[in-house]
Nanobody, 125 residues
Framework: QVKLVESGGGLVQAGGSLRLSCAAS????????MGWFRQAPGKEREFVAA????????YNTDSVKGRFTISRDNDKNMVYLQMNSLKPEDTADYYC??????????????????WGQGTQVTVSS
């Protein structure tokens, strides 16, 4: 069982930046693909970004390309989401998720096995 704890959310003006962090409780984390998802009020949870277990491959949804960067530090059991040029439509609860080896589909929330409790991001216009 991997426990994930997100931090770094908050209130920011449009055009600003935030860095979300996700701390994993187990060293087995380093064998998991990791993803960030978000859920706005009244909407379904949506994929934001993912990174392979090695960090060699990353994936972003189109709406955040060029603005958000996912990274990981396996020595520290951490995953990060650097968010720049934030827009009001980025407002949501952001969740970190871990995907066990051999699972398929980094953009599908049902393909992830462990989730954090979420951190709220609010972007004012």
């Amino acid at each position: 069982q991997v426990k994930l704890v997100e931090s770094g959310g908050g209130l920011v003006q449009a055009g600003g930046s935030l860095r979300l962090s996700c701390a994993a409780s187990e060293r087995t984390f380093r064998s998991y693909n990791m993803g960030w998802f978000r859920q706005a009020p009244g909407k379904e949870r949506e994929f934001v970004a993912a990174i392979s277990w090695s960090g060699d491959s990353t994936y972003n949804t189109d709406s955040v390309k060029g603005r958000f960067t996912i990274s990981r530090d396996n020595d520290k059991n951490m995953v990060y989401l650097q968010m720049n040029s934030l827009k009001p439509e980025d407002t949501a609860d952001y969740y970190c998720a871990a995907q066990r080896p051999l699972r398929i589909g980094v953009t599908d929330p049902t393909a992830y096995d462990y989730w954090g409790q979420g951190t709220q991001v609010t972007v004012s216009s």
